[in-house]
């Protein structure tokens, strides 16, 4: 029988928002060059461009490391409470 997948973890999700977010402002940022970019919002996002790509990459790879972190060890977890005792070595013949 198959197992059921396990929902995505709460950092997974946030991980994917920020990756959509920073999708958006790219998008937007091409949107200024094919459009006006007098308007109060092109002027802000020309000037801070930089430091929002900043924070959204930091984001996502903060995120993204933590969920991942986040994973291991519930799988670790699980690993351990199907087979709680651990191996035997085996005994060193002299």
């Given amino acids: 029988m198959r197992h059921q997948p396990k929902p995505a973890s709460l950092l997974f999700r946030l991980t994917a928002v920020a990756a ?3 999708v958006v402002t790219i998008l937007a940022l091409i949107a ?3 459009g006006n970019s007098h308007t ?3 002027v802000w996002l020309n000037r801070n461009a930089g430091s929002l790509f900043a924070v959204e990459v930091f984001a996502i790879l ?3 490391f933590a969920a991942m972190a986040q994973d291991r060890k519930q ?3 699980e690993q351990n409470e199907a087979d709680p005792s651990p191996p035997t070595p085996p005994s060193e013949v002299s």
Avoid: E, P, S
Wanted: glycine share 26%.
């Fill in 20 to 22: 959509g977010v920073f």
């Fill in 32 to 34: 200024i060059v094919i």
């Fill in 40 to 42: 109060h919002g092109a």
């Fill in 62 to 64: 903060g995120l993204g």
């Fill in 75 to 77: 799988t670790l977890r």
